[in-house]
């Protein structure tokens, strides 16, 4: 199973619509805030796609701020990572998505992409497709899972156009 993880979007419709057809195998979109516009867009658009949204701290709306996605046989924490104090450390992120039974944690907030294994946890946050921090290129991530245990994340890159 093939999941496009984004977040901060930040009303770059383009940006977002361009990581998705960049991945037309994806079986997945999980979005992890502050781009509610644009994702309501691309779900109107994608209708066959299952799409996932928590709301962040620039979005207006009425969203969870906190999701449990099951794929593949996995549970994945969704967060959009403010209320999480992921400025901070990762600490509340593990230790919130270990109490749900979650073995992948994923977050937003600071535009800045990683990938590790914390505490047992394989933590991923995209970076940001519209604003990225540190000169960075725009990122997203892509989770692939089997049921036979495997976990991949990867970064990717947006090339500009």
């Known amino acids: 199973m093939k999941i496009l993880v984004v977040a901060d979007t930040h009303k770059n419709?383009?940006?977002?619509?361009?990581?998705?057809?960049?991945?037309?195998?994806?079986?997945?979109?999980?979005?992890?805030?502050?781009?509610?516009?644009?994702?309501?867009?691309?779900?109107?658009?994608?209708?066959?796609?299952p799409m996932v949204y928590v709301g962040g701290n620039c979005d207006f709306g009425q969203h969870k701020t906190t999701h449990i996605v099951h794929a593949c046989g996995y549970k994945i924490f969704c967060c959009h990572g403010h209320t999480m104090g992921v400025h901070d450390g990762l600490e509340l992120l593990v230790s919130t998505a270990k109490r749900e039974g979650c073995k992948i944690a994923l977050f937003g907030h600071t535009h800045l992409y990683r990938t590790e294994i914390v505490d047992g946890v394989f933590v991923m946050n995209p970076g940001s497709l519209d604003s990225p921090r540190n000169h960075n290129k725009p990122t997203f991530g892509v989770i692939e899972l089997s049921e036979t245990g495997d976990i991949k994340m990867n970064i990717m890159a947006m090339e500009p156009k």
């Open 13 to 49: 419709y383009a940006a977002l619509k361009a990581a998705i057809d960049k991945n037309p195998d994806a079986d997945m979109l999980i979005h992890l805030g502050d781009g509610e516009h644009e994702f309501a867009d691309v779900d109107n658009l994608y209708p066959q796609m």
